[in-house]
């Protein structure tokens, strides 16, 4: 293996890799460098020229002129009777230049001298890699699905690096098969054992976010903001945007005629529900448009503990909690406050308030019928166990059991 051919394979290495020119021209001297001085004990006296697009490295090594018999190192100094076979008006004191023949090296030195380019490539290319993702966090990409796991799945970009899309970043619903096309959003970029991993989110608000920015070009053009996105991903989403200019109505703009622009997204995020609320100062009316499409009555606002007593009519209630609690959850994340929902109306004598079945039902069953807007016995009653069983995590048991206690106050 001669010079040529080591710096001929890592042209070829550089162009698969895309390190420019003059990053790889400093690697090959540096290691080359190394080399050297691992075996002359220094490379003060040493030249380094590397031609990257000849394929060339060329060596040089500057000895200076002695007297005969006072060469002391052989690496740096050489006898005046020897200099002056090669320039005869060379004097003493002066320097001679010889070039370094790449074979001199031994071949072993060669091989170590090419694993080393290889692992300096290597580490540019990680690092390169690295900076590029780090840049693009928060940015959508597209890959290639290359193998699925049981906790992950591999992506391959158009370069062919790895990316990572984790189970607890996919929508629920995801499901994907070698081969196939899938968008994410890059969410972050570590290093793990000198190696870059990228982690990327269908479930982040900013995949919704970028998707937006995709299909409504009011809002990649800054002409309608995307003030704040709240998700839960593959089941509702709530999307509060806001517009500068008084010609153009970001709701409308974002859904599109007869949803054409909203409906691309809902495709793409598995049907997941997607509320696009007017955005506005004014509290109150936020977490009204918010608890859309439940209509309330009235609400009580208190600022220092940032929650809220939202009022409803009974057949109202149902509509403001939403499927699972998403919508008042959902609801209250995007406002910024903490929604207590409350019925509205005439109090029924006859009905019990929940909290004086604690000593019969646990706490954390009265907590999940709180959560869909139960608050009394007859409440629960009226919504029935098979609606239960959609609404909450309670098994058929527990709500049979749960209807029996409730069902015994009342005969």
């Not at 001298?113 to 580490?123: A, D, M, P, V």
């Not at 800054?222 to 509702?236: A, C, D, F, M, S």
Request: hydrophobic share 40%; glycine share 6%.
């Amino acid at each position: 293996m001669d010079s040529l051919e080591l710096t001929e394979s890592f042209s070829e290495f550089k162009e698969l890799k895309n390190i420019d020119k003059q990053t790889m021209q400093h690697v090959l001297e540096d290691v080359f460098r190394a080399m050297l001085k691992k075996k002359f004990n220094t490379d003060d006296h040493i030249d380094v020229i590397v031609n990257i697009d000849k394929g060339d490295v060329q060596i040089f090594l500057n000895k200076e002129i002695v007297d005969d018999g006072e060469v002391e190192n052989v690496n740096t100094e050489i006898a005046y009777s020897d200099a002056i076979k090669v320039e005869p008006d060379f004097e003493i004191g002066e320097e001679l230049t010889e070039e370094f023949k790449f074979g001199d090296f031994g071949r072993r030195n060669v091989l170590s001298l090419r694993q080393n380019l290889i692992s300096r490539i290597l580490e540019l290319e990680k690092d390169h890699l690295y900076k590029i993702y780090k840049e693009r966090i928060g940015d959508i990409v597209t890959g290639e699905v290359y193998q699925v796991w049981k906790k992950e799945i591999l992506v391959l970009d158009d370069e062919g690096n790895e990316l990572l899309l984790p189970k607890s970043e996919q929508i629920p619903s995801d499901y994907f098969k070698k081969g196939e096309s899938l968008r994410a959003v890059v969410a972050k970029v570590d290093m793990r054992n000198s190696s870059p991993v990228i982690i990327l989110s269908r479930a982040a608000p900013e995949f919704l976010e970028r998707l937006f920015e995709l299909e409504v070009p009011e809002v990649f053009d800054g002409l309608i903001t995307i003030k704040n996105i709240v998700r839960e991903p593959g089941e509702r989403a709530k999307v509060a945007v806001e517009s500068y200019d008084d010609r153009i109505d970001p709701v409308g703009a974002c859904v599109g005629m007869k949803g054409s622009r909203i409906h691309g997204i809902v495709r793409e995020l598995r049907n997941e529900n997607i509320d696009v609320i007017n955005y506005t100062s004014n509290p109150q009316l936020f977490i009204q448009r918010a608890l859309s499409p439940a209509k309330i009555t009235s609400i009580e606002i208190n600022e220092e503990e940032k929650r809220a007593k939202v009022y409803l009519k009974p057949d109202q209630v149902s509509l403001a909690i939403g499927r699972g609690g998403h919508n008042i959850k959902l609801g209250g994340k995007l406002t910024g406050y903490e929604l207590d929902v409350y019925r509205e109306g005439e109090v029924d004598v006859e009905d019990v308030d929940l909290e004086e079945f604690a000593d019969e039902i646990d706490s954390w069953i009265l907590d999940e019928l709180k959560a869909v807007g139960c608050d009394t016995a007859k409440s629960v009653l009226e919504i029935g166990s098979a609606e239960l069983v959609k609404r909450t995590d309670l098994e058929e048991e527990t709500i049979a059991e749960l209807f029996k206690i409730l069902q015994a106050e009342f005969e």
